[in-house]
C-alpha cells in the first residue's frame, strides 16, 4: 500500500517536474526573443515597450539565468547567489562555473541580433523544480518511518503478549503439581512407618518426588523472574552431569573438564541453569544416536570477568545453513522433537542470566560445540 502511494507520488511528481521545466524552458527562450528584440530597438523611440520588456525579464525571479557573450564570458546573471564578499573578477569566475554546470543539463539559448552578434542565455532548474524533485523522497521517508513504527509497536505488543502466556503457563503448571507431589510426599512418610512395606521402593519414590519437585521449582522459576543466587559453577555443572550421565546410553562417555584456578561463584537460578545444561547434553546424545563422547570444559574468558561453558559432542552435526535456525521455537529435525529445547536456553540464558549462547562450531559428520558464556562474581 504504502509502495503504491509512494510510486504514484513519485510518477505524479516526475510529471510536475517535467511540466514546470517546460514552462521554464519557454520562459527562457521568450526572454531570449525579448532581449533580441529590445537591441534592435532605440531606447528613445519606443520607451514603453522597451520598459514593459525590461519588466518582463525582471519578472523572473525563480530561474537561475547567466547571459554570456558568444566567448562565454558573462555579461549578467539573475537568481544566483552571488557571495558578497566577491570582487568582480571573483564574481566573474564564479558565474563561470555556474555556467559549466548549467551546460552539463541544459543547452544554453542563443540569441541572434540583427547586427550579427551572438549572446547565450545558460539557465538551470528554478529552486522550485528542485525542490519539487525531493518531495516524493521525504514523503516515502516518512511512510517508511511510520511503517516501521507501526510494525515496532505490533510485534513488541504481540511478543509481550506471547511471554505473558508462556509464563503464565509455566506458572500455573508448578501451581497444579504442587498439590498432588504434597500429597505423594504425605503418602511417603505413610509408607514409611508401614514395616511391612518394601523400604527400598520408598528410596526410589523419594528420587522421583525429588525430580518432580524440581521440575516444579524450574516451571515456576520460569513462569516469574526467577531470583539469581551466587552458586559454584562446578559443582552446579557436575551435578547436571551426574543426574544426565545415569539416564543416557552407556556409550556415551561423559567428561567434565573444569580448567580454572579456584573457584568461580556465578549468580544463577539453579533449577533454570541445570535445565539448559540438561537440554544441551539430551540434544548431544540424540546428535551422536546413543555412541560417542560428550566434553564440557569451563575456562575462564581472557579478561577473567567471564566464564564459557563448551558443550562438545561427536556427533552428526549441524549443516551450515541450519546454525542460526538452531534457536528458532519449533525448529526440530526429530521424530518426537518439539523444537524448544534450544529455545528455552537461549532464553534463560540470555533473557534471565544475562549471558550469552552460541554454536561455537559444527562440523557435518564430526560434531558441535555450544558454547555458554556467564558473568562470574568477582
Ligand atoms: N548437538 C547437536 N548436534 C546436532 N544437531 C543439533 C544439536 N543440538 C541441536 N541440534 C539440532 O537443532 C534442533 C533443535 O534443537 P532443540 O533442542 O531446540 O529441539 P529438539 O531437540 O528437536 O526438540 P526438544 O524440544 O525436545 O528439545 C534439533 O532438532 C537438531 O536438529
Ligand atoms: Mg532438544
Known amino acids: 500500500m504504502g509502495l503504491v502511494i509512494g510510486i504514484t507520488s513519485l510518477i505524479y511528481t516526475e ?64 537568481n544566483i547567489e552571488l557571495p558578497s564578499d566577491l570582487n568582480y573578477v571573483q564574481r566573474m569566475d564564479y558565474l563561470k562555473k555556474e555556467v559549466q554546470e548549467m551546460k552539463k543539463n541544459y543547452a544554453p539559448i542563443k540569441i541572434d541580433f540583427t547586427d550579427g552578434e551572438e549572446q547565450y542565455i545558460y539557465y538551470a532548474d528554478s529552486k ?47 501451581h497444579q503439581l504442587g498439590t498432588p507431589i504434597s500429597s505423594l510426599v504425605a503418602w511417603i512418610e505413610y509408607f514409611k512407618t508401614d514395616e511391612d512395606f518394601d523400604q527400598s521402593i520408598i528410596e526410589e519414590l523419594q528420587k522421583d518426588i525429588t525430580r518432580l519437585e524440581m521440575i516444579t521449582a524450574r516451571f515456576s522459576n520460569i513462569g516469574s523472574e526467577p531470583v539469581l543466587k551466587p552458586a559454584n559453577l562446578e ?111 537461549k532464553r534463560i540464558v540470555e533473557d534471565y542470566h544475562k549471558g550469552k549462547i552460541i554454536v561455537l562450531e559444527s562440523i557435518p559428520g564430526e560434531g558441535t560445540t555450544f558454547r555458554i558464556t556467564m558473568p562470574i562474581i568477582v
Open 15 to 78: 510529471l510536475l517536474v517535467d511540466e514546470l521545466r517546460q514552462r521554464e524552458y519557454d520562459q527562457i527562450d521568450f526572454f531570449a526573443k525579448v532581449q533580441a528584440k529590445l537591441a534592435t530597438m532605440g531606447t528613445e523611440d519606443n520607451a514603453d515597450v522597451t520598459f514593459l520588456l525590461m519588466e518582463v525579464i525582471k519578472g523572473n525571479d525563480l530561474i537561475p539565468v547567466v547571459l554570456t557573450d558568444d566567448k562565454g564570458e558573462p555579461i549578467s546573471s539573475k
Open 235 to 345: 559443582s552446579s555443572v557436575r551435578g547436571a552431569v551426574e543426574y544426565m550421565s545415569k539416564r543416557i546410553s552407556a556409550k556415551v562417555s561423559m567428561n567434565v573438564h573444569y580448567n580454572l584456578e579456584g573457584q568461580a561463584d556465578i549468580n544463577i537460578s539453579l533449577p533454570l541453569f541445570e535445565w539448559v545444561v540438561e537440554n544441551l547434553c539430551r540434544n548431544a546424545v540424540d546428535a551422536m544416536n546413543g555412541v560417542g563422547r560428550l566434553d564440557i570444559t569451563m575456562e575462564l574468558t581472557q579478561h577473567k570477568t567471564s566464564v564459557t561453558i563448551d558443550v562438545k559432542d561427536t556427533g552428526k552435526g549441524i549443516p551450515k545453513n541450519k546454525l542460526n535456525k538452531v534457536f528458532n521455537p519449533g525448529y526440530t529435525t526429530k521424530k518426537r522433537g518439539w523444537g524448544l529445547g534450544l529455545t528455552l536456553v
Open 128 to 174: 522550485l523544480v528542485r525542490n519539487l524533485r525531493f518531495a516524493p523522497m521525504i514523503q516515502l521517508s516518512v511512510l517508511a518511518i511510520l511503517a516501521l513504527a507501526a510494525y515496532l509497536v505490533f510485534s513488541t505488543s504481540r511478543r509481550a503478549e506471547q511471554n505473558q502466556v508462556w509464563a503464565g503457563l509455566a506458572k500455573e503448571t508448578a
